[in-house]
């Protein structure tokens, strides 16, 4: 028997068919970075009085099971959790062993998945069953590897156990989407003077809290959807300054290339603040822009992936 380390940890995923029941198959085996997920279950002091100064025993409180996943922002293996936030993508074909998929927000109801974080060296295999996606983000920079953090809820967790739930599991070739190879349009067009970017994007989740023995969530309804984010450009001209004070919204475009493949996240609709330019020493003046995105004639914020994957 061995002791658990992140670098032998592995992470198996799969679409549920019943929320909250863990299936017996279709799992796919994920790269991740790192993950945050697993059930919790706090005690409650005693507040009872009359039996001396020994304390009685605690009581368990309610089971919370939220938490996140950072993951990298790979073409093949993404697709897992855009389905989980976004809901099935609308699937098709681009060329030989290439195809496209469209995912776009306000899909309702949404799927839920199971996840298990295995540690073979122990061996203990944990899966965590009814889980929603509910909050994305991704930074933006000029270098360095891209990543992404999923904000996710789940039921419950099982016990651990000796072996794995997931069975022989798919695994996808990873191809990560390199920071260098970042592009942002405004209104169609490539803009050269932002020096990094935040994208946020919520289904504002509902915990159904009911009253139950086993003391989980009894599930966690998708609310009004939300994208925001922030851009940082040098004050080199007047262009952004000149959209947000019209007060009219902008086409937000964040696109990654890796080859054949791509990922591409619209907002269609955008609304950019009025921003000061503070002088803070002899360096560049820079002007940060918290953008909210709003609903328009089509979803409010989709994502198109392309990739080696027929179908997520």
Do not use: C
Not at 42 to 55: E, F, T, V
Not at 274 to 294: L, Y
Request: glycine share 10%; hydrophobic share 40%; no cysteine.
């Amino acid at each position: 028997m061995g002791r658990a380390r992140g670098a032998t940890a592995q992470m198996l995923a799969s679409i549920e068919t019943t929320y909250g029941t863990p299936p017996g198959s279709g799992f796919l085996k994920l790269p991740f970075i790192s993950s945050q997920l697993g059930a919790e279950q706090p005690l409650i002091d005693s507040d009872l009085l009359g039996l001396g100064r020994a304390p009685a025993d605690p009581t368990y409180d309610v089971v919370t099971n939220d938490g996140d996943v950072v993951v990298p922002l790979d073409a093949n293996n993404l697709g897992y959790w855009l389905r989980l936030l976004l809901g099935t993508a609308v699937d098709s074909t681009v060329s030989a062993n290439v195809y496209q998929h469209v995912f776009s927000s306000g899909a309702d109801p949404l799927p839920s998945g199971s996840i298990e974080i295995g540690h073979p060296s122990v061996p203990s295999f944990q899966t965590s069953y009814g889980v929603r996606a509910n909050t994305l983000r991704i930074a933006m920079q000029r270098s360095g590897n891209t990543s992404a953090t999923i904000g996710l809820i789940a039921k419950g967790e099982t016990a651990p156990a000796s072996a794995s739930n997931g069975g022989t599991a798919t695994v996808q070739p990873t191809t990560r989407f390199a920071a260098a190879t970042g592009a942002i349009r405004i209104d169609g067009v490539q803009v050269g003077e932002i020096v990094s970017a935040d994208i946020s994007f919520s289904n504002a989740l509902e915990k159904i809290e009911t009253i139950r023995p086993d003391g989980e969530i009894a599930d966690a309804d998708p609310g009004m959807p939300m994208a925001n984010g922030s851009l940082t450009a040098k004050f080199s001209d007047n262009a952004l300054f000149n959209k947000a004070t019209a007060k009219t919204p902008v086409s937000l475009e964040f696109a990654w290339t890796a080859g054949a493949y791509s990922l591409k996240i619209v907002i269609a609709r955008a609304f950019l603040p009025k921003v000061k330019r503070p002088i803070t020493g002899p360096g560049g003046v820079q002007q940060d822009f918290n953008f909210q995105g709003a609903t328009g004639a089509g979803a409010m914020f989709v994502a198109t992936l392309v990739n080696a994957v027929a179908a997520h």
